[in-house]
C-alpha cells in the first residue's frame, strides 16, 4: 500500500512542475512590458526601471525562473497591486469559502446523482431510466451561471425562501471563531445554532447550483458502470445461488460498481472548480474564485497568477487523494503496484 | 469504362448512407430536431442582423425594463434596447467563437496527436508531456489565466478555448492514429516506397478525419459554454457588443428585483444552442461509428 502511495506521489511531480512552468510563462506572456505593467499607470521611467530590476526582469528568462521558485517555495506569491495584501494570505483567508461551498456541491451531487443513477440501471427503460437519461443530457448543456441566477429568481425573488444572494451570512449574524474556516463546522464547534441555520440558507443555493452541474456526469457513470457489473457472473451467481435482489444490489454490484464512479470524480472536480468561479460572482460569494475575477477586471496579474496556481495544484492533489482512495477500496489496484 | 464502373458503386455507398441517416433519425428522432435547431442557429448567425425587427444598440430609456410584450417580444433591458433583438444578433458571434475555437484545435490537437501516434517515439513523449501538462490544470481556470496573460480580447477568448481542449483532440488522434500505425494498408503503402510523411497525409489523415469530425460537433456546445462562462465573468466580449455571455451577466443584477427577462433568454438561447450540439454531437457519432453507441 504504502509503495502504491509513494509510486503514485512520484507521479505527481512531473504534472506539479508542468503547473509551475505554465504559470511562469503566463505572466512572461503578458502584453508589453511586465515591468511598465507592474509599475502601475502613473509610473515615472526611473520607477520603471526600479521595478525591473526589484522583480529582477532584468535577468535572463531561467534565472527569472529561478527565482519564481524559490518565491513559491517560501510561500510567496506576489503581491496585489489593487489592494497591496500578498497574494498568499488573501488565498488562504478566502479558501475556506471556496472548498466549503464545492464540498457541499459535490455531496449534494454525489447524494441525489448515485441513487438516481443505481436505480435507473436496476430498472432499464423504465420512468425513472428516461428521467436519468433526460438528466445526463440536459445537465450537460445548462450553462452554471444561469442555473444559479433561475435558482435566485424562484427561491428568492418568487418564494421568497432562501436569503438574498450575497455572501456567506447575512448582516444580522456574526461570523463565527475561526477553527477550520468552514462556517457550518466553526457554529457547531462554537455551539451556535444561529448562526450555523444562517450560514447553511446562504449556502443552500449556490451549492445546489454546483450540485446540479455535477449531476450529469455522476448519474450517467453510475448507470454505466453499474449496468456493466449487474451483467457480470458474479452477480448471476449470486442471485442464482438465491440471494435477495437486496443482498445482490447493494453488497456485491454497488461495491464494484463504485470503482469507475470515483475514477469519475477526478473529472468532476476539474469541471466543478471551473464552475465555481462562475457561482461565486452569481452569488457574490467572497470566494478565491471572486478574488481572482476581481483582479482579473482591475488588470492586476498576481492574483490571477496565484489563483491559477493554487487551484491547479488543489486539482492534481485531488486527483492523487482519488487515485489512493481508489488503492484503500479496491485491493487488486494495491497487488498491481 | 472506369466512369461507368464507378458511378454505380458510389451511388450504391450513397444510398447506403442515407438508409443508414434514416435509420439512426427514426432510432433517435431527438437527432433530427437537432438538425432543425441548428439549421435556425445557422440561419441567425448569418441572417440575424439584417432580420431583427430593431437595432439592437440603440437604447430608449421611455422604454427602459419593460416585461416581454407583442411589440418586444423578449422584453427590453435597462437602456431599452429589445432583448429579442440582441439574442438573435449575439448568435453570430457566439457561434463564430465556438466554430473558430474547435478548428483551432482540430489542428493543433488532430495534426499533434496524429504525427504522436504514427511516429511514436520523442514526438509521442513531447506531444503527451504537453497534454498532461494543460489535463493538471482545471480546464476554465487554465482558460482564465490564458485570457488574463494574453489579453482580454476575443481572438484570445478562441485561443483559450481551443488550448484548454488540445489534450481531448491529441489523445483521440494519438489513439486512432496509432492502431493504424501497423495496418495492412499502411504496410502495403510503405512497402511501395511511399515516404512516412506521404502516408501520414494520404492514409492515416484521411482515416482518422471522420472520428475528429465527431469529436468537433461534441466540444461545440463545450466550446461555446467555455467562452460565455468567460464574456460572464467580464473577460473578452466588451458592452455594448450583444453576446449571450455578456447579456446574462448584465441581467444578472436585475433579477433580485424580478426583472428576469433580462438574464432568461440570452440564457436559454445559450443552452439551447449546447443542448442542440450535444444532441447532433451524438446523432453523428452513431452515424460514423455505430460500435460506440451508448
Keep these: ?337 | 469504362m472506369t466512369d461507368l464502373a464507378a458511378a454505380p458503386r458510389s451511388e450504391s455507398s450513397l444510398t447506403a448512407l442515407l438508409r443508414h441517416s434514416r435509420y439512426v433519425l427514426s432510432e433517435n428522432p431527438v437527432t433530427g430536431l437537432a438538425f432543425v435547431l441548428f439549421v435556425l442557429i445557422v440561419l441567425a448567425a448569418v441572417l440575424g442582423p439584417h432580420i431583427v425587427p430593431f437595432d439592437p444598440l440603440a437604447s430608449d430609456t421611455s422604454e427602459a425594463l419593460k416585461p416581454p410584450n407583442l411589440e418586444h417580444w423578449f422584453g427590453t433591458d435597462q437602456l431599452g434596447r429589445d432583448v429579442f433583438s440582441r439574442v438573435v444578433v449575439a448568435t453570430r458571434l457566439d457561434f463564430f467563437i465556438a466554430v473558430a475555437s474547435v478548428s483551432l484545435v482540430f489542428l493543433m490537437g488532430g495534426l499533434a496527436g496524429v504525427a504522436a501516434g504514427f511516429f511514436g517515439g520523442w514526438t509521442d513523449r513531447i506531444v503527451g508531456r504537453i497534454a498532461d501538462t494543460i489535463m493538471a490544470f482545471p480546464l476554465f481556470v487554465l482558460a482564465m489565466g490564458i485570457v488574463a496573460a494574453l489579453g482580454n480580447t476575443v481572438q484570445n477568448i478562441v485561443l483559450a478555448t481551443a488550448i484548454v481542449n488540445f489534450p481531448l483532440y491529441a489523445r483521440i488522434a494519438r489513439a486512432e492514429a496509432n492502431i493504424r500505425r501497423e495496418a495492412g494498408f499502411v504496410e502495403a503503402a510503405r512497402l511501395s516506397g511511399n515516404s512516412d510523411w506521404r502516408i501520414l497525409a494520404f492514409q492515416i489523415l484521411p482515416n482518422v478525419f471522420p472520428i475528429m469530425v465527431v469529436q468537433m460537433s461534441l466540444t461545440m456546445g463545450y466550446a461555446i459554454l467555455n467562452a460565455a462562462g468567460l464574456s460572464f465573468i467580464g473577460l473578452g466580449v466588451r458592452p455594448p457588443t450583444p453576446e449571450w455571455g455578456i447579456m446574462v451577466a448584465e441581467g444578472a443584477q436585475f433579477i433580485v428585483s424580478g426583472e428576469w427577462w433580462n438574464a432568461f433568454f440570452p440564457g436559454a438561447a445559450l443552452m439551447v444552442a449546447v443542448f442542440c450540439f450535444n444532441l447532433l454531437g451524438d446523432g453523428l457519432r452513431d452515424l460514423v461509428d455505430p460500435r460506440r453507441r451508448t
Excluded at chain 1, 51 to 62: E, S
Excluded at chain 1, 75 to 91: F, I, K
Aim: aromatic share 8%.
Design chain 1, 1 to 337: 500500500m504504502l509503495t502504491m502511495i509513494l509510486k503514485r506521489l512520484a507521479m505527481a511531480i512531473p504534472s506539479l512542475i508542468g503547473v509551475v512552468i505554465v504559470t511562469f510563462l503566463l505572466t512572461r506572456a503578458l502584453p508589453g512590458d511586465p515591468a511598465v505593467y507592474f509599475a502601475g499607470p502613473a509610473a515615472t521611467p526611473q520607477a520603471i526601471q526600479q521595478v525591473r530590476v526589484n522583480l529582477g526582469l532584468d535577468k535572463p528568462l531561467i534565472e527569472q525562473f529561478g527565482r519564481y521558485v524559490v518565491d513559491l517555495a517560501h510561500g510567496n506569491l506576489g503581491t496585489s497591486l489593487t489592494t497591496g495584501q500578498p497574494v498568499a494570505t488573501e488565498l488562504r483567508n478566502r479558501l475556506p469559502a471556496s472548498a466549503e461551498l464545492t464540498l457541499l456541491g459535490l455531496i449534494v451531487s454525489i447524494v441525489i446523482a448515485v441513487p438516481l443513477g443505481i436505480l435507473a440501471a436496476t430498472k432499464p427503460n423504465s420512468l425513472i431510466d428516461q428521467a436519468c437519461r433526460v438528466i445526463s443530457t440536459a445537465g450537460v448543456s445548462l450553462p452554471v451561471f444561469f442555473t444559479g441566477l433561475i435558482l435566485v429568481y424562484v427561491f428568492y425573488y418568487l418564494l421568497g425562501w432562501a436569503p438574498a444572494p450575497l455572501g456567506r451570512l447575512d448582516v444580522f449574524s456574526t461570523e463565527p471563531p475561526h477553527v477550520t474556516g468552514f462556517y457550518l463546522i466553526d457554529s457547531l464547534i462554537a455551539g451556535d445554532p444561529a448562526t450555523f441555520m444562517a450560514s447553511l440558507k446562504q449556502l443552500i443555493l449556490p451549492a445546489l447550483t454546483l450540485g446540479i452541474f455535477s449531476l450529469a456526469p455522476i448519474t450517467r457513470m453510475t448507470r454505466a458502470s453499474m449496468l456493466a457489473v449487474l451483467s457480470s457472473d458474479f452477480v448471476r451467481t449470486a442471485r442464482a445461488s438465491g440471494l435477495s435482489a437486496y443482498t445482490v444490489i447493494v453488497t456485491y454490484a454497488f461495491r464494484n460498481a463504485m470503482l469507475p464512479v470515483i475514477t469519475t470524480l477526478g473529472m468532476v472536480f476539474s469541471f466543478l472548480l471551473g464552475a465555481n468561479v462562475l457561482v461565486e460572482k452569481v452569488f457574490a460569494w467572497p470566494g478565491i474564485g471572486s478574488y481572482a475575477v476581481e483582479a482579473l477586471l482591475a488588470s492586476d496579474f498576481a492574483p490571477v497568477q496565484g489563483f491559477v496556481l493554487t487551484m491547479a495544484v488543489m486539482y492534481v492533489m485531488l486527483n492523487l487523494l482519488i487515485d489512493v482512495l481508489y488503492g484503500l477500496i479496491d485491493p487488486r489496484v494495491r497487488l498491481e503496484a
